[in-house]
């Protein structure tokens, strides 16, 4: 398959998943850059087990959370340096939410949401995102997690009961939204 | 009580599900090809770098080690001066 085919096949889901992980425009783009130098770096060594789209999902997620990963241990290494806080866990967020896909006037009530979602580990976050703002089914969901359909859904009330704890525990949330 | 929070968390997830997609920028493509095309010469530019560097260290030891031998010839033969072996009345 050529290159520029998957790109423009592709470049627009890539770009948006990144961007309900970092929720800003550059690092989306930089996220997507990357997917795309991973894409053509092992576009000979894919080995169709699973769908081109679903290979594509799976790098996007992966490379968002690295993403994620490398700029908040960049942060909390230069912090530690500063103030010696080697053993205080630093919380992984996004440093800017200037999220697009969101009107100006319901930007504070979407950067609250979106800051309960950046607190929910790895998995529980990527179910979020997959099914409740990429709208995608949860056969597709599980595929793309390569977990089973039972597996998803339990995985999917644990991250909707602790989304609700946190969001309950923001005294703001309820006035906002 | 609980029922009340897990009408929020509905509407949250309703919020969500009207986030706007967003379309790419159109130089995104041209920024990931130039992105892809400096991947693949970084390492050939290392390859080179580290291959001059070899040659330029082996140069300088050798001319070190030339000179180093020319100076200790001179030495010694300051010290114990050169003689033929004939005997000039013979």
């Not at chain 1, 520029?4 to 948006?16: A, R």
């Amino acid at each position: 398959m050529i290159f520029d085919e998957i790109y423009f096949e592709h470049h627009k889901m890539v770009l948006n998943i990144a961007l309900q992980y970092v929720q800003n425009m550059e690092d989306a783009e930089e996220i997507t850059q990357d997917v795309f130098i991973k894409v053509s770096k092992n576009i000979h060594t894919f080995k169709q087990n699973s769908s081109v789209k679903t290979w594509i999902y799976r790098i996007t997620i992966n490379q968002s959370l690295d993403f994620l990963k490398a700029k908040n241990s960049k942060k909390s290494n230069f912090l530690s340096s500063i103030f010696s806080l080697n053993d205080i866990k630093l919380k992984i967020e996004p440093t800017t939410f200037n999220h697009p896909g969101i009107e100006l006037e319901q930007k504070e009530a979407y950067k609250k949401i979106f800051e309960a979602i950046n607190q929910l580990s790895d998995n529980q976050k990527t179910v979020i995102i997959l099914l409740k703002i990429e709208d995608k089914s949860q056969s597709e969901t599980a595929e793309i997690m390569n977990l089973s359909i039972k597996a998803l859904e339990s995985l999917f009330q644990r991250a909707k009961k602790n989304l609700d704890i946190l969001l309950n525990k923001k005294d703001n949330y309820e006035k906002n939204v | 009580m609980k029922k009340t929070s897990n009408i929020n968390i509905e509407q949250v997830f309703d919020h969500l599900a009207s986030v706007k997609k967003v379309e790419p920028s159109k130089d995104l493509y041209f920024k990931t090809k130039n992105a892809i095309k400096n991947q693949k010469t970084i390492p050939l530019f290392w390859v080179i770098a580290a291959a001059c560097f070899l040659i330029a260290i082996v140069g300088v030891e050798f001319y070190t080690f030339s000179s180093k031998k020319n100076t200790f010839n001179q030495e010694i033969s300051i010290v114990f001066p050169e003689t033929n072996n004939i005997l000039y009345h013979e």
